[in-house]
C-alpha cells in the first residue's frame, strides 16, 4: 500500500511569494495534519483537519492556511515568505481524529528553501 | 513552540553496544509516540504506547510509557549500522480531541561499526 506522499520533493522561492504544497494521504485515513521542521530541531505542528474541517492550529501566523478535499488530499498554503520560512514540511495522515490507539504516519517531507 | 525534553542529544556507540535515550514532559499524555528519522527522509513510526507503565517491544526496540506520564524511555539492544538517525519522542494528549503531536528535539544516533 502506498504511503502518505507529498508534492513537490524541493522548492526555492523568494522572499514575498507563496506556495503551495500538497499531500495524499494513506488510503483511508481520514486526517491530515502538517508539521514544519526546522533544522536541528523536532517537527512543529501548523494544523490538523479531518473530514475537510480544521480540527487544529498550531502557533504559526495568519499568512499559513490550509485546506483538505472530498478526497482527503491537502494543501497547505504560505503566503509572503519570510527566510524563516525555511523548512522541512512534513504532512502526516491518521485514520481518526484523535482518541486511543491513535498514530500519525508521515510523508518524506517537502524541503522549502527561501531565499 | 512547545517541545519535550529529550535525552541524550546525541549519542557515539559501538556497534553492539545498548542504547538508552528518553523524554521528558511538565505536562501529561495519554500517547507517546517514538519516530527514527534519516537525512531527507520523514519521520517513521517505531513504537506506540497508551497506558501508563505499558512495556512494548519491537525487534531490538523496548519503549517503556511513564507511570507519571510525563516521561518515556526507548532502549535499542545490540546496535547495528542501520541504526544510524534521529530518533524523536512525541506526545498526544487527546482531551482537545486534538491529533497534534508535541515533538522533543530527537536524539542523534551515531554507531560505529
Known amino acids: 500500500d502506498a504511503g502518505v506522499t507529498q508534492s513537490p520533493t524541493h522548492l526555492i522561492k523568494t522572499r514575498g511569494q507563496h506556495v503551495t504544497l500538497r499531500c495524499s494521504p494513506i488510503?483511508?485515513?481520514?486526517?491530515v495534519s502538517w508539521y514544519q521542521q526546522v533544522l536541528g530541531q523536532g517537527p512543529q505542528f501548523i494544523f490538523q483537519?479531518?473530514?475537510?474541517?480544521?480540527?487544529g492550529r498550531g502557533n504559526f501566523p495568519d499568512r499559513f492556511s490550509a485546506r483538505q478535499f472530498p478526497n482527503y488530499s491537502s494543501e497547505l498554503n504560505v503566503n509572503a515568505l519570510l527566510l524563516g520560512d525555511s523548512a522541512l514540511y512534513l504532512c502526516?495522515?491518521?485514520?481518526?481524529?484523535?482518541?486511543?490507539?491513535?498514530?500519525?504516519?508521515f510523508g518524506p517531507g517537502t524541503r522549502l528553501t527561501v531565499t | 513552540g512547545q517541545q519535550l525534553n529529550q535525552s541524550p542529544q546525541s549519542m557515539f556507540i559501538q556497534e553492539g553496544e545498548d542504547v538508552s535515550m528518553n523524554c521528558t514532559s511538565s505536562s501529561i499524555f495519554n500517547t507517546w509516540l517514538w519516530y527514527k528519522q534519516e537525512p531527507g527522509e520523514g519521520p517513521v513510526l517505531l513504537i506506540a504506547?497508551?497506558?501508563?507503565?505499558e512495556l512494548t517491544s519491537n525487534g531490538r526496540l523496548t519503549a517503556q510509557f511513564g507511570i507519571t506520564r510525563k516521561d518515556s524511555f526507548l532502549n535499542i539492544s545490540a546496535s547495528i549500522p542501520s541504526d544510524v538517525g534521529i530518533y524523536f519522542c512525541a506526545g498526544l494528549n487527546y482531551g482537545g480531541s486534538q491529533g497534534n503531536l508535541i515533538f522533543g528535539k530527537g536524539t542523534k544516533l551515531s554507531v560505529k561499526p
Open positions: 502526516a495522515s491518521s485514520p481518526r481524529l484523535a482518541g486511543s490507539s491513535y498514530e500519525q504516519y
Open positions: 483537519y479531518y473530514e475537510k474541517e480544521e480540527r
Open positions: 488510503s483511508g485515513h481520514k486526517s
Open positions: 504506547l497508551y497506558k501508563a507503565g
